[in-house]
């Protein structure tokens, strides 16, 4: 029983994880002003025939704030690469001095910073909404049990506690994300 016990508990706690590792990487992908190599990281290209990710064609770095810069490692690709950022529709214009391309990156406007808060609000709820539906899985789990009345409900105290934990945590990603937004 005590077994069946820590395998609710911690199948709770490996899913409510795993909605944080969500909410990272799309809040990751949430262009917050400055240039970032990781605002690529959706950007196919062909590359003899394959889909390739940008990264394993060409190295991809960030001179200073405003500037993303792509050395590809053989020079023969760069029109294959302006074509999968061009395909990826990030709403960059790739330039190319025959050597690597450079993508200038504009600043943000008011009502784009507000629709990207908006974006990255919209994605902590759906993570939390993941958070609230593991812990009425594992409390449903927890009704089955074969234990006293007394017991289910420590263990439900315990997975509340697990879930306002999780809950703590997205609402301060959020938070980071939203200021790193709104910050000219």
Request: hydrophobic share 35%; charged share 30%; no cysteine.
């Amino acid at each position: 029983m005590e077994d069946e016990i820590k395998f609710i508990i911690d199948s709770a706690k490996e899913a409510m994880g795993q909605s944080l590792g969500r909410l990272e990487k799309q809040l990751a992908n949430i262009r917050a002003g400055k240039a970032s190599p990781s605002m690529l990281n959706g950007v196919m290209v062909d590359y003899y025939g394959s889909q390739t990710p940008l990264n394993q064609v060409a190295n991809v770095s960030t001179p200073d704030g405003m500037t993303i810069t792509i050395q590809p490692w053989e020079k023969a690709m760069i029109p294959e690469i302006e074509k999968g950022i061009h395909m990826a529709n990030l709403g960059f214009n790739p330039m190319n001095n025959g050597e690597s391309v450079i993508i200038n990156v504009p600043p943000l406007t008011e009502e784009r910073r507000r629709e990207l808060a908006k974006q990255a609000k919209s994605e902590a709820e759906d993570a939390k909404v993941g958070i609230r539906n593991e812990r009425k899985s594992a409390n449903n789990e927890i009704k089955g049990l074969d234990v006293s009345d007394d017991m289910k409900s420590n263990l439900e105290i315990d997975v509340q506690e697990l879930t306002d934990a999780h809950i703590k945590k997205i609402d301060e990603m959020y938070a980071k994300k939203e200021s790193e937004i709104m910050t000219v």
